[in-house]
């Protein structure tokens, strides 16, 4: 019986303990004059040391044991291991490395190509009525934590859902109206059927179609399950690190989580240039131009569109920014005719080119 000398750590003190080890079946059994210890190899929780690193050998009653001198029979037997190129491709420091690169390769090819459209098929695949209920409990807790109850008169309401209804792709597409409160002027859809439009982002606007036309967008996001495809996504993705990248710590590990967040973040910029195709398409079939969303767009974002402008990159921001986003309007659709975009005149008067009716005569009867 082969022993090899090793250290003891019981877990509760920096004391070192000299032992030694031994194997006998699949027993470990470790000894000195005041101990006697032995467990199971199957009990033992140990990784295959990289390099020439010690041994550690962590022991079910919370102690520790390090073995720097030790060969591969000791290696096969507490790692319970049959296969030498396994060893060999576990301490090899090219083989290592190879192998981590591999990793990432994979790891980046599975977030850009094969997660996206994993995550699209599963989304679109899951059942209309699971993502109403997933839509209900988000809305209830939106309206405990984060609006209040809209303060728009019922005409205005009425008027503005049933002008985005007459273009949604469902008849049971819910559109409701609250106070900002929290969240100011926005619009938003949630996972199934659900979009909400705040009343200041009504009163800022104070037009039809630019209200379309942000609301349009939010159709293009139900259209396209967007919500619930990055709930995938994260799933996914946590999957991935689970079952790819769970070894990584300290900074490797770091690393790989900001590099999995970037390409999450490219996603969901693409899913929102997505959903602003969709409302140019509606925008069209309403007869209506498609400036009408980048004017909305500037009048949303106001002095705020300038300092966007002048930050540049939208790498680190889940939206494409505010200023791209409008000169991409006007790149895809040179002609396409004025939508109140004369800053000189207020919003609420009719474009020379379109005409829609204007909320703010409504509000001024009020």
């Known amino acids: 019986m082969i022993k090899y000398d090793a250290s003891l750590y019981d877990g509760k003190s920096a004391l070192e303990q000299e032992v030694t080890l031994s194997t006998q079946g699949s027993t470990l059994f470790i000894e000195n004059k005041e101990i006697n210890l032995c467990f199971k190899v199957k009990d033992l929780l140990c990784e295959a040391p990289f390099s020439k690193s010690p041994l550690i050998i962590d022991l079910p009653n919370g102690s520790r044991i390090e073995c720097h001198k030790y060969d591969q029979e000791l290696l096969n037997h507490i790692l319970k291991r049959e296969s030498h190129l396994l060893f060999w491709l576990e301490r090899n420091k090219l083989a290592i490395t190879f192998t981590f690169i591999c990793t990432i390769i994979f790891a980046v090819f599975f977030v850009q190509k094969i997660e996206p459209q994993l995550a699209h098929s599963i989304a679109q695949a899951v059942d209309q009525k699971v993502l109403n209920r997933f839509d209900d409990r988000i809305l209830s807790i939106i309206d405990s934590q984060y609006v209040k109850k809209s303060k728009l008169p019922t005409e205005v309401q009425f008027q503005l859902r049933e002008k985005i209804l007459e273009y949604a792709h469902r008849e049971d597409i819910r559109v409701l109206f609250r106070e900002g409160s929290q969240i100011g002027a926005n619009a938003f859809a949630l996972g199934g059927r659900t979009i909400i439009i705040t009343d200041e982002l009504i009163q800022k606007l104070n037009n039809e179609k630019l209200v ?28 991935l ?19 999995m967040g970037l390409i999450f973040l490219k996603n969901s910029r693409a899913h929102e240039s997505e959903a602003d195709e969709y409302s140019f398409h509606l925008l069209f079939k309403a007869g209506f131009s498609p400036v009408c969303f980048a004017t909305g767009m500037q009048l949303l974002a106001g002095k705020g569109l300038n300092q966007s402008s002048q930050n540049g990159s939208d790498f680190f921001s889940t939206h494409p920014s505010t200023q791209k986003r409008i000169s991409e309007v ?3 659709f040179p002609n396409a005719g004025d939508c109140l975009y004369d800053p000189s005149k207020p919003i609420y008067e009719r474009s020379p080119v379109e005409a829609a009716p204007e909320l703010i005569n409504i509000l001024k009867e009020k």
């Open 330 to 332: 006007f790149k895809k």
């Open 241 to 259: 690190f689970v079952f790819a990248l769970n070894d990584l710590t300290g900074f490797t590990e770091s690393l790989a989580q900001a590099g």
């Open 212 to 239: 379309l036309s942000i609301a349009f967008h939010e159709l293009g996001h139900l259209k396209h399950r967007h919500f619930f495809e990055r709930t995938v996504s994260a799933i996914l993705y946590n999957f």
